[in-house]
């Protein structure tokens, strides 16, 4: 769930170039199509930015550069619409500057750096489908990170004179609250499996399942063995973050450690010796994710499926976010369809879909996600909701928090013609402890408030992002390793493990 800030970022992995290259049927004849690409112009001319500016220094070729603006309220994002050739290869990169710098093609491949000290080169390759004449290009920084710079940008290709000038309104995307993974390699795709023979109910009885996970993350913020945890709190499930693409449709953990084996398998055995269990989390704000680079809702479901084999799975999040995933409707409706054969492929497993939210309820990306489900009979058992970053330091969050919830509920009734009581039994909420990226403040007794008001309508799922971040931090801010408020060690966890839907 969360998709956090680089506060919620895997530091110190290595930075690759990312985007499986498939078969052209035109060559690429190099030539780099991007509108002022070193900004020699003195100016931003071809790219629209929502906090940006051109400095004489530092610079990387000639004698200007991008400067972008990253604050706690604004990631400096500048993007640029080129004209591109269908069915055809690039290669896009820039010569970056800065902390958590990203560099990628909207809904498509992206990169990333966590500390560049000195210019450092990204490099992304990607191929164009069938039908696609243009892309949008984007480098941004992160949250609370500061100032980026960017040259030498280039997108290397055969393109077309452009018809329309490029965009000059300023480009905005929602908070994140998952990490920026790292990328690996594209790897073989494995094969994809038949859709299901059997067809799912067409509707749900009132949910009978009950959990509270938070997340945890074993790829940053110093993460505390899970059994401390656990014999401290009480809480015996986590949500574990992130599985994403190790090149194609390959399931990797934060898109470089091994599915099994490593760090994160270890402490999957930890937490069952301790007696209790997992669910795994798919997806985020960023990060190379399995939904995009699946070709299909049976190869996607393949993958999700390698991975409930590997851990023997009985709940499975989807934590579908920003532009490549929640706000593309192809890869939405791929999401979903992929689910509905996993429910029907694995009798008695949980599917969870997380998701932003408005104060008011879920917004028209979520809206259609909802109804998109009822009408591809996905089958669904939980829809949460994420109530932060609503962009207000002063929001009361246990207000706010119930108020979306409740357009969730009324969502969920309107699209499947649910009760109340079985609405509110198909629903989840997951927050933020302590400070949100927008520095909105839940506070101990507003996250009890809140698991007092769950169980009070017995909903199914109640987590936080997270519990890397469940203790103190000496002089609070935003940061990785706690709440950025007055706490002891793991009391929202102590909090959770109270729900019981």
């Not at 790219?47 to 400095?55: K, L, P, R």
């Not at 073989?188 to 109910?201: G, I, N, S």
């Not at 009950?210 to 945890?216: D, K, M």
Request: aromatic letters at 8%; a neutral charge; charged letters at 10%.
């Amino acid at each position: 769930m969360q998709l956090r800030t680089p506060l919620l970022a895997a530091v110190g992995a290595a930075v690759v170039s990312v985007g499986a290259i498939l078969a052209v049927s035109t060559p690429a004849q190099a030539a780099n199509l991007v509108t002022n690409p070193d900004f020699e112009t003195g100016n931003l001319s071809g790219w629209s930015c929502s906090n940006g500016s051109v400095v004489s220094s530092p610079v990387h070729g000639g004698s200007k550069a991008l400067q972008g603006g990253a604050s706690a309220s604004d990631i400096g994002k500048c993007t640029q619409t080129v004209n591109v050739v269908p069915n055809t290869a690039y290669t896009l990169s820039a010569w970056v500057r800065g902390s958590y710098v990203y560099l990628g093609v909207t809904g498509g491949a992206s990169t990333w750096t966590p500390s560049a000290t000195a210019y450092s080169k990204l490099t992304v390759a990607f191929t164009t489908t069938a039908s696609q004449s243009s892309v949008q290009i984007y480098l941004h920084g992160w949250y609370a990170q500061g100032a980026y710079n960017a040259d030498d940008i280039a997108l290397d290709g055969p393109g077309t004179p452009p018809t329309t000038a490029p965009p000059t309104t300023p480009n905005t995307s929602p908070k994140p609250t998952t990490p920026p993974p790292t990328t690996a390699p594209p790897t073989t795709r494995p094969p994809t499996t038949a859709p299901p023979t059997t067809t799912p109910p067409t509707s749900q009885p009132p949910g009978n399942w009950h959990e509270s996970a938070p997340y945890l993350y074993f790829g940053w913020g110093e993460p505390p063995a899970p059994s401390t945890v656990m014999t401290a709190t009480g809480i015996k499930h986590f949500t574990l973050a992130f599985m994403l693409s190790g090149g194609g449709c390959v399931p990797k953990w934060d898109s470089q450690r091994p599915l099994t084996g490593g760090v994160d398998q270890q402490n999957i055995n930890a937490i069952r010796a301790a007696g209790g269990d997992i669910e795994i989390s798919f997806g985020g704000w960023s990060g190379n994710k399995l939904g995009p680079n699946c070709s299909s809702a049976a190869a996607l479901a393949d993958a999700y499926q390698q991975v409930i084999n590997a851990y023997s799975l009985k709940v499975i999040d989807i934590d579908i976010e920003n532009t490549d995933e929640f706000e593309n409707y192809t890869v939405q409706d791929r999401i979903l369809g992929a689910l509905k054969i996993v429910k029907a492929n694995n009798p008695g497993i949980k599917t969870v879909v997380t998701f932003g939210t408005a104060t008011s309820g879920p917004t028209e990306h979520g809206v259609r996600l909802i109804n998109q489900a009822k009408a591809l009979n996905a089958n669904i058992d939980v829809y949460t909701i994420m109530p932060f970053d609503f962009g207000n330091a002063s929001t009361n969050m246990y207000t706010a928090t119930i108020s979306a919830a409740e357009g969730l509920k009324n969502q969920l009734k309107s699209a499947f013609g649910w009760t109340d009581a079985v609405a509110y039994s198909h629903m989840g909420i997951s927050g933020m402890n302590g400070l949100s990226d927008n520095n909105e403040t839940t506070s101990l007794a507003q996250w009890t408030q809140i698991k007092d008001w769950s169980n009070s309508k017995h909903l199914a799922r109640l987590a936080f992002w997270s519990v890397n971040r469940d203790r103190p931090c000496p002089g609070g801010g935003l940061q990785e390793t706690c709440s950025g408020i007055a706490q002891q060690n793991w009391e929202f966890t102590k909090i959770s493990a109270g729900f019981t839907g």
